[in-house]
T-cell receptor, first 115, second 110 residues
Framework: DTGVSQNPRHKITKRGQNVTFRCDPI?????LYWYRQTLGQGPEFLTY????????KSRLLSDRFSAERPKGSFSTLEIQRTEQGDSAMYLC?????????????FGEGSWLTVV | TQLLEQSPQFLSIQEGENLTVYCNSSSVFSSLQWYRQEPGEGPVLLVTVVTGGEVKKLKRLTFQFGDARKDSSLHITAAQPGDTGLYLCAGASNNNDMRFGAGTRLTVKP
């Protein structure tokens, strides 16, 4: 088991460009989560999937953000028309089921810098 | 505003000292987790507490969940430079997502 895998680990992009991050959860984990973390803050919840269904989205997830998990395995997070305020670490996590008795495991994150 | 309030925000101590960090909320959680995060890395789970009043020990770390399941503390005995990092608490209130505090940044000087 390789844990939660994210790529790319680092991305520098110009303002206005689109970026996409990929997350491969722990195999057999049916829940997948995306969080965003800025310097000096804890991770902030963005959205989560149960299998391929996106069940909850934070108001932080503006129209420029879209997340997919088409086959219930890996997920992508796309940011369109990036802004400098999008600069952050984007964390993916997965769990075997809901959080009543299961642990959530995080990947190492994808750093985004918008210049 | 953070759902979970952590204190202190920063803590700098000498090797060998003891310390306690706190995680407080007005919400009740079905479970609460403590994580440690290194710069540029994702959070790594230290412990999960589920039952009110529960105490768990992990070597020199002692975690306690409040009786009302609204708060928690992390106590480190005889801190070492390797304990340096960002300590995050996170609570699951509806079993569907986890909300984090802003963290306590600990520095242990040799």
């Amino acid at each position: 088991d390789t844990g939660v895998s994210q790529n790319p680990r680092h991305k520098i992009t110009k303002r206005g460009q689109n970026v996409t991050f990929r997350c491969d959860p722990i195999s057999e984990h049916n829940r997948l989560y995306w969080y965003r973390q800025t310097l000096g803050q804890g991770p902030e919840f963005l959205t989560y999937f149960q299998n391929e269904a996106q069940l909850e989205k934070s108001r932080l997830l503006s129209d420029r953000f879209s997340a997919e998990r088409p086959k219930g395995s890996f997920s992508t997070l796309e940011i369109q028309r990036t802004e400098q305020g999008d600069s952050a670490m984007y964390l993916c996590a997965s769990s075997l089921g809901d959080l009543s008795g299961n642990t959530i495991y995080f990947g190492e994150g994808s750093w985004l810098t918008v210049v | 505003t953070q759902l979970l309030e952590q204190s202190p925000q920063f803590l700098s101590i000498q090797e060998g000292e003891n310390l306690t960090v706190y995680c407080n909320s007005s919400s009740v959680f079905s479970s609460l987790q403590w994580y440690r995060q290194e710069p540029g890395e994702g959070p790594v789970l230290l412990v999960t507490v589920v039952t009110g009043g529960e105490v768990k020990k992990l070597k020199r770390l002692t975690f306690q969940f409040g009786d009302a399941r609204k708060d928690s503390s992390l106590h480190i005995t005889a801190a070492q430079p390797g304990d340096t990092g960002l300590y995050l608490c996170a609570g699951a209130s509806n079993n569907n997502d986890m909300r984090f505090g802003a963290g306590t940044r600990l520095t242990v000087k040799p």
